[in-house]
Nanobody, 124 residues
Framework: QVQLVESGGGLVQAGGSLRLSCAAS?????MGWFRQAPGKEREFVAG????????YYGDSVKGRFTISRDNAKNTSYLQMNTLEPEDTAIYYC????????????????????WGQGTQVTVSS
């Protein structure tokens, strides 16, 4: 079993930035971020491979968000820039002990481990 703990959420004005962190209790091959706004389905935000050489993004965040990881710390990061009110959601860290094919990153059901979530609120 792997425990994931997110941090870094909060309230920010539109156009601002936040950096989320996800600390895993042990090594995981694949890490990702999803988000869920009130009344909406959980949405893929970003995913990253073990080496960091492959990263994937949801269409709504491309060019604004960057995912990275530090394997020495078993931690992934989500740098969020140019935030918009539409980015307001609970952000969840996800991880898997498996190596994914590219198509798998986008599907929440592929990830075995989930954090409790951190709230991000962007004011207009």
């Amino acid at each position: 079993q792997v425990q994931l703990v997110e941090s870094g959420g909060g309230l920010v004005q539109a156009g601002g930035s936040l950096r989320l962190s996800c600390a895993a209790s042990r090594r995981t091959f694949t890490m990702g971020w999803f988000r869920q706004a009130p009344g909406k389905e959980r949405e893929f935000v970003a995913g990253i491979s073990w080496s960091g050489g492959n990263s994937y993004y949801g269409d709504s965040v491309k060019g604004r968000f960057t995912i990275s990881r530090d394997n020495a710390k078993n931690t992934s990061y989500l740098q969020m820039n140019t935030l918009e009110p539409e980015d307001t959601a609970i952000y969840y860290c996800a991880a898997s002990g498996r190596i994914f094919l590219s198509s798998a990153y986008y599907r929440a059901q592929q990830y075995e481990y989930w954090g409790q979530g951190t709230q991000v609120t962007v004011s207009s």
